[in-house]
């Protein structure tokens, strides 16, 4: 069975920074497209970044050149970077999975696998 389990999430200051991480088990983690994505009070789920098997990384535009995705093959791992942190950021982040390639997308409904999220707050 899969699963997914989010971390690192907490409360910081405008223009702070965050690390977020997801250990995966239950699945051959390297062969995945992975995703982050939020979902703040009243407003629809959004991705936020995603990475595929071989490495190729996508980031939605209010997060590029902020936030860096990674991964950690060997410790089943994804890692989300959170630098330059907004208000705008605060939301629950979900970690999310599938197994497929080479398309790996950004839209929620291109994922089947999903954590139960981490909360991030920004204050001014």
């Known amino acids: 069975q899969v699963q997914l389990v989010e971390s690192g999430g907490g409360s910081v200051q405008t223009g702070g920074s965050l690390r977020l991480s997801c250990e995966v088990s239950?699945?051959?983690?390297?062969?995945?497209?992975m995703g982050w994505f939020r979902q703040a009070p009243g407003k629809e789920r959004e991705g936020v970044a995603r990475?595929?098997?071989?490495?190729?990384?996508s980031y939605a535009d209010s997060v590029k050149g902020r936030f860096t995705i990674s991964k950690d093959n060997a410790k089943n791992t994804l890692y989300l970077q959170m630098n330059s942190l907004k208000p705008d950021d605060t939301a629950m982040y979900y970690c999310?999975?599938?197994?497929?390639?080479?398309?790996?997308?950004?839209?929620?409904?291109?994922?089947?696998?999903w954590g139960q999220g981490t909360q991030v707050t920004v204050s001014s």
């Open positions: 239950g699945v051959i983690y390297g062969r995945y497209c």
């Open positions: 999310a999975a599938v197994a497929r390639f080479p398309f790996c997308g950004l839209g929620t409904d291109d994922f089947n696998y």
């Open positions: 990475i595929d098997r071989d490495g190729r990384i």
